[in-house]
């Protein structure tokens, strides 16, 4: 957001100092209204694409629980000031990053986190996606009570003993000992559905509504209309409008998968054992890294990069649940929720291409432009060929044959050669676009004629 807000100041800036767009303009260079000089103005193209890429880069993403254990005596110096700048800092902003730099990633989250919502509310009698998206997020928070705090052990059908229980007497909440977030395997279902809200519930504790929902789509569905009218009409685009219409489209699909999810969730469901007893995470052990640095940073990056990096992952030793986290979901369903968000990548990466014959400002802008269009493309597109092969892997049933290696390898060397391309074109093509904006030609400040879309009787 902060770097939205400098891009905005740099371009008012450099437009007082351009002064006005220059009457010399002749009114038949551009479009007009019933015959009459109508034009939009530089802040007013600035505004609507900040705008846009501020829904779709910091409203539409839903975060996990960030837990944060209640502090005693706190002065208030602290709680009202440093704690929220300690949190925008720290989680929010990495978040708001991520999201400008690498939206597709955020795709892939999301995607990976609804089908394993899906999969876990089928488990549970009574659960809706809403509570496994509540689950996964890190909803259920495990506290151990005080060693004086009465408690009730919590019955299961199976008639086995339960470590989980239920205070039933009087204490206080501020002695009580956050341990770690709960997976869903941890809980057994018995204790699920004494501790889970309703749906109406939990979306009670999101911080957004269908209606705000529907309001973000429509403003940036409202742009895509905007963008589309102005292609029917040989109007161009601006390089910014166009980095903006990639957003745009993807915040569609990613509103699609995260519907069901709460939205910014500060306070999870606390879930209760005592003091003596232990908290050993179900199946299997978390994965190791590597020991050469190497190879570890090579098996990080496709780990993080396909969203593999969840095995890897031991949450009975994490405070609070990890930003990306989306459960252990299999491999097949891991593979699948990477294959389409990488497409779609590519697909981002080319919706860029329609600034490819844009005006550019210097020779060295337009073949940069077209280099960071080509690397956004192509980088994806890599992604996509591995999660393909390992689905393909999957499905015939074999065990690594040498039509695996043949493709999976050069495609990791080729990704881990190329990450930090796609990184400098992102970067590059969001400062070409505000710098693109010092010399416009006359026809990107006509405004559509949408009377040519009204049919005449």
Request: aromatic fraction near 14%; proline fraction near 6%; include cysteine.
């Amino acid at each position: 957001m902060l770097i939205l807000l400098l891009a905005y100041y740099l371009t008012q800036s450099a437009h007082s100092e351009a002064g006005p767009i220059p009457a010399s303009i002749d009114v038949r260079d551009v479009a007009s209204c019933d015959g009459q000089y109508s034009q939009r103005s530089l802040a007013g193209i600035v505004r609507s694409c900040l705008w846009t890429i501020f829904l779709c880069t910091w409203v539409a993403v839903h975060p996990n629980v960030h837990f944060r254990a209640e502090k005693q005596h706190e002065h208030w110096t602290e709680k009202w000031l440093w704690d929220p700048l300690h949190e925008i800092a720290t989680y929010k902003l990495p978040l708001f990053l991520w999201a400008l730099l690498v939206p597709e990633y955020i795709l892939s989250w999301a995607v990976r986190q609804y089908l394993q919502a899906g999969v876990i509310s089928e488990q549970v009698p009574g659960w809706t996606r809403t509570h496994g998206h509540f689950m996964i997020m890190g909803g259920f928070h495990l506290f151990r009570l005080p060693v004086d705090a009465p408690s009730v052990p919590l019955p299961l059908e199976s008639l086995e003993p339960s470590n989980f229980v239920i205070p039933s007497g009087r204490h206080s909440r501020r002695h009580e000992v956050p341990v770690c977030p709960l997976r869903f395997e941890d809980v057994p279902v018995d204790v699920l559905e004494i501790f889970t809200p309703s749906e109406t519930e939990l979306k009670d504790r999101g911080k957004s509504d269908a209606l705000t929902k529907i309001i973000v789509l429509v403003q940036t569905l409202w742009f895509v209309i905007q963008c589309i009218a102005r292609g029917s009409q040989r109007l161009p685009l601006t390089e910014l409008e166009v980095v903006t219409l990639a957003y745009a489209t993807l915040n569609f699909f990613i509103y699609m998968f995260w519907w069901d999810k709460p939205r910014n969730v500060e306070c999870p469901i606390r879930v209760y054992k005592t003091s003596t007893a232990r908290h050993e995470e179900a199946g299997e052990k978390a994965k190791e890294w590597v020991e050469n640095w190497v190879v570890r940073w090579m098996q990080k990056l496709f780990g993080y990069t396909t969203g593999g990096q969840d095995y890897y992952v031991n949450l009975s030793e994490k405070y609070s649940i990890p930003m990306f986290w989306s459960g252990k979901i299999d491999r097949d369903l891991w593979s699948a929720a990477g294959l389409g968000p990488s497409i779609l990548g590519s697909a981002f990466g080319a919706i860029h291409c329609i600034a490819w014959w844009s005006e550019f400002s210097s020779r060295p802008e337009l073949v940069l432009w077209r280099i960071s269009c080509l690397a956004m493309i192509t980088v994806p597109f890599l992604v996509a060929m591995i999660c393909a092969v390992l689905m393909a892997n999957e499905r015939t049933g074999n065990k690594d044959p040498w039509w695996v290696y043949a493709i999976f390898v050069p495609c990791v060397v080729l990704l881990a050669l190329s990450a930090w391309l796609y990184i400098a074109s992102r970067i590059a093509t969001l400062v070409i676009a505000f710098t693109a904006l010092r010399s416009l030609p006359p026809a990107a400040f006509t405004t559509v004629d949408w009377t040519t879309f009204i049919p005449h009787i």
